[in-house]
């Protein structure tokens, strides 16, 4: 038996009555913590913001960039963005029809997120995708083709395009885009994972996008940089066309 210290009170009894406490604490504290990022909660046929008083008493996490970029509290940077689509049904749970250009207006898998209008940094604070024509000290592997000169090609076989510079990656030591000059005399990157080099023919051909859409993907700020909000707009585009560059890719095969 525990010895009794007053009454019906043993150190048994105050063990565990401590440990109920520790535990509505510890409750109290995870609720708190999980609350600290992406909150409060939208409604989604509503977009109202869910109350949070009952557990949002914690102080709102905070992200220190790198390179002197400040401060970042994802529960105040929200997305502030007015969707060009309606529910395919007034319910929760609906998927979402577009109602404009589903790859400019950021739909379904052509979404993106509202990134820094700064460049990706490396270690040293430079920008860290740039032309090649920029690093003199890195080029194309001689056992490599150059795709530089090669027509661009769409989903759908037709002309878009010449490739005219290599984007690359200098930490990674990797091609990130294909900038490629169309008929206009606009000039658009092409992510190097979503095209196929074809050396003997002297061409690159995405499976995305057709060469016609190849007008309205965005485009860069400056010659020789990318911002990652940049980087996210041309990516979602030309993934989004996987679903929405044709009709047909929006039916099922059966």
């Known amino acids: 038996m525990s010895p009794v210290i007053f009454g019906n009170v043993d150190i048994a009894m105050l063990s565990l009555y401590a440990f109920f406490l520790f535990f509505i604490g510890l409750v109290v504290y995870l609720n708190r913590e999980s609350r600290r990022e992406g909150y409060p909660l939208e409604d989604e046929m509503t977009g109202r913001l869910h109350s949070t008083k009952v557990w949002d008493l914690g102080r709102p996490k905070e992200f220190r960039l790198p390179h002197g970029h400040g401060v970042v509290n994802p529960k105040t940077a929200r997305d502030d963005r007015n969707l060009k ?14 109602t404009g250009n589903p790859l400019v207006d950021g739909i379904g898998p052509a979404a993106y997120a509202q990134r820094a209008k700064r460049p990706d940094l490396d270690f040293e604070g ?11 000290e890195l080029s194309v592997d001689t056992r490599d083709s150059d795709p530089r000169g090669y027509t661009m090609y769409g989903s759908d076989g037709l002309a878009a395009g010449v490739v005219t510079e290599i984007w690359i ?17 606009r000039h658009v990157l092409v992510p190097m994972t979503m095209v196929l ?6 061409a690159v051909q995405t499976d995305s996008i057709s060469a016609a859409q190849f007008a309205d993907v965005p485009v860069t700020g400056s010659p020789t940089m990318v911002t990652l909000d940049e980087e996210e707009r ?5 993934g989004g066309g996987y679903l929405y560059s044709s009709p047909s890719r929006q039916e099922p095969l059966l």
């Open 85 to 98: 689509a309606t529910k395919a049904w007034g319910s929760y749970g609906s998927p979402y029809v577009p």
């Open 126 to 136: 430079h920008p860290r995708i740039v032309p090649l024509r920029t690093v003199e």
């Open 169 to 185: 990656d200098k930490s990674d030591r990797l091609i990130r885009y294909l900038e490629t000059e169309l008929p206009n005399g």
């Open 197 to 202: 080099v074809k050396p003997r023919k002297a």
């Open 234 to 238: 041309i990516v979602a585009y030309f």
